[in-house]
């Protein structure tokens, strides 16, 4: 699907948006007809409210939309929000919005017309949206289309999404952008010390795999890490059905790195970057990992498994232990971890641990001026006890449910000894549409990350 802003035209229809705070000017500003033609209609400026105001031949002349309250945080991609109920047609953003409010409603606009349509025709009108003076076009347009690729890797099924098409999907990235590209699959695993990357995906006739792009020869050394479970069954703790139902996005996290890496080096951002994404299915035959049993990983720190639904940590630690081997200058993992996070800030945040002071001041910052919102959480010392179990260095599922979210970062950071580590524990689902963000699977982080790495590395 490609996002992009069309070439001006003198074709293109007026698209003027208008907050309350300035609608008595914006009115009084207009042309007689075009004034009383507002008021006529009560336009109010409210978000996702639209009057097309008629020209002289009767056809429409522009169109006004709504953008709310100045200030008024509770809707992202206010813009958005009227944007689909525009026909068919080219339009030219008028608006007196600056800076990150304008980047803001130009990717809203961009994003309004994702729609995923592998399996279902979608019959929209045919938008679209000049780019508004003042913008990083390029800058807008990979960020949409880094955000189009996570949504339709996650929306994929588990059936057209196996470890094998991730790899595609990956590969065919590296492929745009010049990356070099591996994969190391199945028994290979093993032969190669990915013991626990093997071990969760070995029930399964889809091989479990390491997923290996890399990227750029200049410039601070990036790895960024993705959970790539493309279904999770919990294994022999097997998750009841209304659990299993959107388990075709646990690989959100790959998603969301291969979405944030297309905006990297589209862009050319120097950087040396580097994507490693284990790809494997967590199932149930008789081959299945069991609770109770004491796994080695890369790093030969043991870990007692307690639950085979706390697999994604499993995956994640020898790769992350791998990524180290190569002593980067930053590494970002990113998972759809814990029900935990969930719990403590819902589906529209994502939690993120660093260890890295810039990255915690720079990273809430420029989330806010990418519509991305983060959190910070902590890296709570005192719980390691709760991950240290009797009879290995680890536990990958500490009993009690306190602190669910923390102790999986915890977990994940005893395999990153000496490098700056910053974790995500994303959702990377909308439960329900909401104006450039329609339900189904969605990017967490990725922009925001994006946004913060110049500081964060220097650039």
Known sequence: MSLKFAQPTSKAMPLVAV??????????????????WLLA?????????????????GSIGAVYVGLGAVGQNR???????????LPAGIYEL??????????????????????????????????????????????IEAMAAGEALTRDLINTPASDMGPQQLEAAAEGLAKEHGATFSSIIGDALLNQNFPMIHTVGRATNRPPRLLDMSWGKRGPKLTLVGKGVCFDTGGLNLKPGASMGLMKKDMGGA???????????ALNVPVQLRVLIPAVENAVDGSAFRPGDVLKSRSGLTVEINNTDAEGRLVLADALAFAEEDAP????????LTGAARVAVGPDLAPFYTTDDVMAQALPQAAKT??????????????????????????????GGFAGSITAALFLRRFVKQTSYTHFDVYGWNPTAGPARPKGGAGQGAR?????LPKVLGL
């Open 94 to 139: 008028s608006t007196s919005l600056t800076g990150a409010a304008l980047d803001e409603a130009a990717l809203g606009l961009l994003l309004s017309g994702y729609h995923f349509d592998r399996y279902k025709a979608q019959t929209a009108p045919d938008r679209q949206f000049v780019a508004p003076l003042g913008i990083d076009v390029d800058r």
């Open 19 to 36: 907050s309350v705070d300035d609608l008595d000017d914006v009115i009084g500003a207009a042309p007689s007809p075009t004034s009383e």
């Open 448 to 452: 925001a990350l994006f946004a913060a």
């Open 41 to 57: 209609n009560d336009f109010s400026a409210s978000i996702g409210t639209m009057c097309a105001c008629p020209s002289q031949d």
């Open 255 to 265: 998603a969301t790195v291969l979405g944030l890496a297309h905006m990297i080096m």
């Open 370 to 399: 990418v519509a991305d919102p983060v959190w910070e959480m902590p890296f709570h010392d005192p719980y390691e006890r709760m991950i240290e179990p009797q009879i290995a260095d680890l536990d990958n599922a500490p009993a």
């Open 75 to 85: 809707v992202r991609f206010a813009l958005a929000a009227a944007a689909t109920k």
């Open 329 to 336: 200058d930053h590494i970002i993992s990113m998972a759809t």
